[in-house]
């Protein structure tokens, strides 16, 4: 745990100065999960702050110590799955505004503008980006957690509430599903040039 | 390396997702994080705290209401009280009273 667990049962009873010190403590690693979930940087801090507001107002049902992560976790992947279905439906509606080659020169106006590093870290954002928009919000989640955040299967027990035979099946699922994605987007010329860079 | 020829999808998706989290370091938050989550916070209470007022007020007058309801229809008033001090053959004899006549009249006449 980063912080005592005294420190949040003062956070419990409403002491401010106590609650301001788990968010500082766990913020930083709350905003990087959440933007490995999401993919969009400049929503990060808007779910992040969600998921301490969901925090503080429901504090009070914490009653061991032990709980506290992977319960915190829980609200970050509640928070971030709120936001990918809506992202969905708003997706869905701008991109039927824009023609391909619009979407096409945006693209390339932003690629132009960045260094060599920074256009193939964005490369791989993007691949995996795509890859994981081709499964449901539930599979991005848990193959995220898993295989990005690098937490185990007890871990995920605590955080998703079933066991772990019903973990490694929903995992092997969704590695499936993803892996069908991967293959369809793996015949573009780019993504093949970023797993070969990364090979 | 040609991931797509070495047959082993499940490495390279690993690798993949490893270059991935590479790619996407946490983020420092910025300067208005707290501030802004502060906010919210109070904003929120500020609702929940009106919700609650509001809420409490409806079930005050809900109550109120209900009691002057039951008054009305229980406290006993004159004629159009529910409870009557008359007998039953007192009370059918009052609601058969234009009746009667009309049944003994003929009979009275033949005689």
């Known amino acids: 745990m980063l912080v005592d667990f005294e420190v949040i049962k003062r956070a419990q009873t409403g002491d401010g100065a106590a609650f301001n010190e788990v968010v500082l403590a766990y913020r930083k690693r709350t905003l990087g999960t959440i933007a490995r979930l999401i993919s969009r940087p400049e929503d990060v801090e808007d779910v992040g702050q969600e998921v ?20 915190l ?21 701008r991109m039927s505004d824009l023609s391909e080659q619009q979407v096409m020169l945006a693209d390339a106006s932003a690629g132009g503008k960045a ?23 539930a599979d991005r989640i848990l193959l995220t957690l898993k ?32 892996l069908k994605a991967f293959g369809e987007t793996g015949n573009e010329p780019g993504v093949k040039g970023t797993a070969n860079a990364e090979a | ?44 209470q500020r609702s929940v705290f009106f919700l609650g007022r509001w809420a409490r007020a409806f079930v005050t007058a809900a109550a109120v ?11 006993p ?16 004899a009052a609601g058969h009273a234009q009746d009667s006549p009309d049944l003994v009249e003929p009979a009275m006449d033949e005689l």
């Open chain 1, 52 to 71: 301490f507001l969901r925090l503080y107002f429901s504090l009070d049902q914490l009653r061991t110590a032990e709980v506290f992560e992977p319960w």
């Open chain 1, 115 to 137: 260094d060599h590093e920074s256009r193939q870290r964005k490369q791989v954002t993007e691949t995996v980006d795509a890859m994981l928009s081709a499964v449901s919000e």
């Open chain 2, 65 to 75: 209401l209900t009691l002057a309801m039951a008054a009305y229809l229980y406290i």
């Open chain 2, 1 to 44: 390396m040609n991931w797509k020829n070495d047959g082993d999808d499940n490495a390279a998706l690993e690798r993949l997702f490893r270059a991935y989290r590479d790619a996407c370091p946490d983020p420092h938050p910025s300067a208005n994080f707290m501030p802004e989550l502060w906010r919210r916070i109070e904003e929120r």
């Open chain 1, 73 to 93: 976790y829980r609200l970050t992947v509640n928070a971030a799955y709120d936001y990918l279905r809506k992202q969905r439906r708003r997706m869905e509606s």
């Open chain 1, 147 to 178: 295989e990005v955040e690098g937490l185990s299967l007890k871990e995920l027990e605590k955080i998703y509430r079933v066991n772990e035979n019903a973990l490694k099946v929903r995992l092997f699922r969704a590695r499936q599903r993803v």
């Open chain 2, 77 to 92: 008033r004159g004629r159009t009280s529910m409870f009557s001090a008359e007998s039953y053959v007192e009370a059918l």
